[in-house]
T-cell receptor, first 114, second 114 residues
Framework: GDSVTQMEGPVTLSEEAFLTINCTYTATGYPSLFWYVQYPGEGLQLLLKATKADDKGSNKGFEATYRKETTSFHLEKGSVQVSDSAVYFCALTHRGSNTGKLIFGQGTTLQVKP | DAGITQSPRHKVTETGTPVTLRCHQTENHRYMYWYRQDPGHGLRLIHYSYGVKDTDKGEVSDGYSVSRSKTEDFLLTLESATSSQTSVYFC?????????????FGPGTRLLVL
């Protein structure tokens, strides 16, 4: 079945450091890919998404490129801030799916220190 | 933000008691979902609904039932709570437009079963 694998955390960085959180997936067909962020005590918020190969999603300085050849959707940010400390989830769904079910990775905790 | 509220936000209950969690949305989205979040598992789908009185099971549906009598409300019931159902529960709705889709999440309900 479909699955999403994220790098294990926690990831601890200093402010202004470069961030990469790895995400790879296994799926049939051509899924849509998402990154969600969960700030402490809150629900999940959509951070960015990409719906086809080579698409780049971007938002708030974060970027991720849909790489079909490597089945990956790694999240990057050039300079992290303390306010980026959160849990990040990679997820996929199948476009046009009747259920719209999201399949999540296990989440990666990011802690940014001043 | 799709105007999703969940109630209660926190609940402590005892093993064997029934528990009902409520999700309310204001955006008239057709699809609604219940997920549970557990460490190391990300979010997993419990049940979903594709319309009033139309529901189906997700991957971890045992011990849970749902009902949807109105578009805006989706109820999750634990028939007889067990300690393994201690978790954080998230409701979500699905917005679709042409080939694009996004799921929006509520703030979560933290449930502790003693």
């Amino acid at each position: 079945g479909d699955s999403v694998t994220q790098m294990e955390g926690p990831v601890t960085l200093s402010e202004e450091a470069f961030l990469t959180i790895n995400c790879t997936y296994t799926a049939t067909g051509y899924p849509s890919l998402f990154w969600y962020v969960q700030y402490p005590g809150e629900g999940l918020q959509l951070l960015l998404k990409a719906t086809k190969a080579d698409d780049k999603g971007s938002n708030k300085g974060f970027e991720a490129t849909y790489r079909k050849e490597t089945t990956s959707f790694h999240l990057e940010k050039g300079s992290v801030q303390v306010s980026d400390s959160a849990v990040y989830f990679c997820a996929l769904t199948h476009r046009g799916s009747n259920t719209g079910k999201l399949i999540f990775g296990q989440g990666t905790t990011l802690q940014v220190k001043p | 933000d799709a105007g999703i509220t969940q109630s209660p936000r926190h609940k402590v209950t005892e093993t064997g008691t029934p528990v009902t969690l409520r999700c309310h949305q204001t955006e008239n989205h057709r699809y609604m979902y219940w997920y549970r979040q557990d460490p190391g598992h990300g979010l997993r789908l419990i049940h979903y609904s594709y319309g009033v009185k139309d529901t189906d099971k997700g991957e971890v549906s045992d011990g849970y039932s749902v009902s949807r009598s109105k578009t805006e409300d989706f109820l999750l019931t634990l028939e007889s709570a067990t300690s393994s159902q201690t978790s954080v529960y998230f409701c979500a709705t699905r917005f679709t437009y042409e080939s694009q889709e996004t799921q929006y999440f509520g703030p979560g309900t933290r449930l502790l079963v003693l």
